[in-house]
Every structure is written in structure tokens, then in C-alpha cells.
Nanobody, 128 residues
Framework: QVQLVESGGGLVQAGGSLRLSCAASGRTFTTYAMAWFRQAPGKEREFVVAISWSGGSIYYADSVKGRFTISRDNAKNTAYLQMSSLKPEDTAVYYC?????????????????????WGQGTQVTVSS
């Protein structure tokens, strides 16, 4: 079992930055692929980015490419999402997700059903 806890959300003006953290506990963090999803009111959960267990493979949604950066520190059992040049349309609840997989192809890991563990979410609000 893996427990995930997100933090770092908040209110920011358009063009600003935020860094989200996802702290994992339970099983060995290094064997899990991690991802961030987001869900705006009235919309389906949307893939944002995924990172392989080693950090060597990363896949971004087109909507955040060039603005968001994912990273992980396996020694700290933590994944991060650095968000820059934020837009009002980035407003959503952001969820951290994890699953055991050795695949290096993160482009195959964009569906919520691929992930077994989820955090409770953290709200990000971008004002115009």
C-alpha cells in the first residue's frame, strides 16, 4: 500500500508560479511511476505529466509543456511539480498518482485507470 499526500497549492496571479509536492509513504517509492492529474469543476480528470521510477522518462500533456516541470527525489520519497507561467485555465484540483510499473514509456501512462494510488488533491487557483 502507498499513501500519497499533496501540498503546495494555493492562489496565484496569472503568470505566477507554484510548486506542488507529493510525499509518498508505504512501499518502496523507487519502484513506482508517478503522475499528476488535475480536475476542474464540471470537467473530467485530466492528465498533466508522468515520470518513470528512475526519472529518466517524462511525458507532458501539450497544455503544460514548456511551463510545468516534474521531478522526483527517491531518497525523500517525494515528487514535485513546478508550475510556471500559470494561466487561469490551469485552475483545478491537482492530484498526485502512483503505480508500480517498470515501463519507460510514460506516454502510455496518461489514463487515470493506470494508477492504483491517489492523493487527496490540492487546490490551485489562478486569478486573471
Amino acid at each position: 500500500q502507498v499513501q500519497l499526500v499533496e501540498s503546495g497549492g494555493g492562489l496565484v496571479q496569472a503568470g505566477g508560479s507554484l510548486r506542488l509536492s507529493c510525499a509518498a509513504s508505504g512501499r518502496t517509492f523507487t519502484t513506482y511511476a508517478m503522475a499528476w492529474f488535475r480536475q476542474a469543476p464540471g470537467k473530467e480528470r485530466e492528465f498533466v505529466v508522468a515520470i518513470s521510477w528512475s526519472g529518466g522518462s517524462i511525458y507532458y500533456a501539450d497544455s503544460v509543456k514548456g511551463r510545468f516541470t516534474i521531478s522526483r527525489d527517491n531518497a525523500k520519497n517525494t515528487a514535485y511539480l513546478q508550475m510556471s507561467s500559470l494561466k487561469p485555465e490551469d485552475t483545478a484540483v491537482y492530484y498526485c498518482a502512483a503505480t508500480y510499473t517498470t515501463t519507460p514509456v510514460m506516454g502510455r501512462m496518461t489514463q487515470p485507470l493506470k494508477y492504483d494510488y491517489w492523493g487527496q488533491g490540492t487546490q490551485v487557483t489562478v486569478s486573471s
